[in-house]
Structures are given as structure tokens and as C-alpha cells.
């Protein structure tokens, strides 16, 4: 399970796929490596087989937050966002302090414009203790694709470069409310 979580973070999808299914046969009831290959399958842009491995992982442990938090996901990837942001509410409401699922929330909201309840959830998201600088990436989008360019550029510098504050810039002009950002991934 470790080396398949370290190929994931390397980005060779296909070695920690391998590695998780060898995983996955050597422990049947364990549900690290379904969620290890439904995470593969997000990073490929394949949610239709990302989410059986979260419900599979879902029925082994009901309880199992990283595996909601991977089927919201594809949900999202999918353009089923009303179904990802019920479950991310739902996750909120037992775990208060998941910032994975506030993150998620956010930008699941951003793909359905609803991009000042978007900002809110992600302002919140990116202020707290250790937020992930994703948080602040996806704000960043939020305002953007909602047309506040000031503010997305501004919290975009404090991460990026010029030129990748630049090419930003002219994708939320560009684009608009028609751009497809991408979702935030879950620490393995």
C-alpha cells in the first residue's frame, strides 16, 4: 500500500494500480487499496471506474470517509454535481473539521456557478490550520470564473509565478463560466 500510495504521488498511475490490485488480492476485506484504485482512476479522468472501487471500499467500511469523499468526486467528474454536494454536505455534518470535503464542497459549487457560495465555503476552507494550498488555488478559481479577476490574481501570487498568474488570468477571461476546473485530490 505504500509503494502504491508513493507511484500515486509520483504520478505513475499505472505502477500504483498494478501495485494496489496485488494489494487489493492479498487482503480482501481491506479497503486502503479500493480506495487506492479509485484514486488512480481520478487521476486518469476515469470516474465510471473510480467510483465502484469507493462503494466497494463503502460497503467493507460504511464509515469510511475517504471513500464518500472519492464517490462525490467522481460525481463531480461526472457532472453530477447536486449529488456531490449533497454528499459532501452530509460528510460536513458528521466530520465538521473534514477540510477535504469544504475544499470539494467549494469547488463543486463553482461548477454550478454558484460562485459567491463558492467563495464563502472556500474562504473558510483555505484559512484553516494546514489548509492544503489547493484550497487557496481553488479560491483563486472561484473568483475568477466568477469575474472578480482582481482577487483571483491576488490570491493566485501567493503560490504561483507571473506567467502562471498570467495564464489564469486569461483562461477566467477567456473562458468564464464555461471552464471545466479541476477537482481537488484527497491526501493519501
Known amino acids: 500500500l505504500s509503494l502504491g500510495d508513493a507511484l500515486l504521488t509520483a504520478t505513475a498511475y499505472d505502477e500504483a494500480k498494478v501495485t494496489y490490485e496485488q494489494a487489493a488480492l492479498r487482503d480482501k476485506t481491506g479497503v486502503a487499496a479500493l480506495i487506492g484504485l479509485g484514486r488512480v482512476a481520478l487521476r486518469q479522468h476515469r470516474p465510471q471506474e473510480a467510483e465502484p472501487q469507493f462503494q466497494a471500499a463503502l460497503a467493507l467500511s460504511p464509515a469510511n470517509i475517504a471513500a464518500r469523499n472519492g464517490i462525490a ?11 456531490a454536494e449533497a454528499l459532501y454536505r452530509d460528510m460536513l455534518r458528521e466530520h465538521p473539521d ?6 470539494n464542497l467549494g469547488l463543486s459549487l463553482a461548477f454550478q456557478d454558484r460562485y459567491s457560495e463558492s467563495v464563502d465555503t472556500l474562504l473558510d476552507a ?24 482582481g482577487a483571483a490574481e491576488e490570491i493566485a501570487r501567493i503560490d504561483l509565478n507571473a506567467t502562471a498568474v498570467q495564464g489564469n488570468t486569461e483562461f477566467y477571461r477567456e473562458y468564464g463560466t464555461h471552464a471545466l476546473p479541476v477537482v481537488v485530490k484527497e491526501k493519501p
Open 126 to 149: 483555505s484559512s484553516a490550520p494546514n489548509a492544503p494550498v489547493e484550497a487557496r488555488h481553488n479560491l483563486a478559481l472561484a473568483y475568477g470564473m466568477g469575474g472578480n479577476i
Open 98 to 103: 473534514n477540510n477535504t470535503a469544504r475544499i
Open 73 to 83: 468526486v467522481a460525481y463531480d467528474f461526472e457532472g453530477r454535481h447536486a449529488e
